[in-house]
């Protein structure tokens, strides 16, 4: 896994290309349900445009790009470059076009529509509304039942994400932990149970870095 780029919430930017209007939405999307459904969405909202281009790019190997009657690989190519590109994932990105009488040919289509992306990811790292995630593992760490709550608690206090806690004959907490920290954070959480803890290490996640 390596570093990436997402968006925190969704953002809308419009540029003019030869009076036809490009209104660009780009939102966060975890899975490819999610990015479908704000496509949906988008293409309600703007149901008379007469183009609403697509494209988005999950994980490290989803990346999809929809023309919606451009010409082939002229709209969503480009935004799908567009995203790879500036170094997103696990996002979604609409450009509804209103055609505004005057030709663009493919080439200007292209910048049209890779412009649209490209403008709208700028506006977004210019407000702060961009979060770069790097790899974590998730560590489950194994305790008595005496020791559970000082593990949750200084868990808790500490710069790791607790993400769940279940009790059973023991008790077991999933942690997030930076790829280049597990070896400190065994060694952290051993000296606070004084070496009474089971560590194992999980699948590989993205956490805020």
């Known amino acids: 896994m390596s570093s ?9 930017h419009e540029i003019e290309v030869r009076r036809s209007r490009f209104v660009c939405a780009v939102a966060p999307a975890g899975s490819v349900g999610e990015a479908q459904a704000f496509i949906a969405r988008r293409r309600a909202l703007h149901a008379g445009a007469t183009h609403n281009c697509s494209a988005y790019v ?3 190997r989803v990346a999809k790009g929809d023309d919606d009657g451009e010409p082939g690989g002229t709209a969503g190519t480009p935004m799908v470059q567009a995203l790879v590109g500036r170094g997103f994932s696990d ?15 493919a080439g200007g289509l292209v910048r049209a529509y890779g412009g649209a992306v490209t403008e709208t990811l700028d506006r977004a790292l210019d407000r702060g509304e961009v979060v770069r995630m ?7 760490v194994w305790v008595s039942h005496d020791l559970a709550g000082r593990v949750e608690n200084g868990l808790r206090a500490s710069r790791y ?6 009790y059973g004959a023991r008790v077991c907490l999933t942690v997030a932990v930076g790829a ?5 954070f065994r060694g952290w959480v051993a000296s606070l149970t004084a070496g009474r803890v089971e560590v194992s290490e999980g699948e ?3 956490v805020p870095g």
């Open 4 to 12: 990436y780029l997402t968006l925190k919430t969704s953002i809308e």
């Open 58 to 60: 999950i994980g490290e």
């Open 91 to 105: 996002v979604v990105a609409v450009v509804t076009r209103y055609f505004g009488g005057v030709l663009l040919g």
């Open 134 to 140: 790097v790899p974590a593992r998730l560590v489950r």
């Open 161 to 166: 994400a607790v993400r769940e806690v279940v």
């Open 180 to 184: 280049d920290e597990v070896g400190v």
């Open 204 to 206: 590989w996640v993205s």
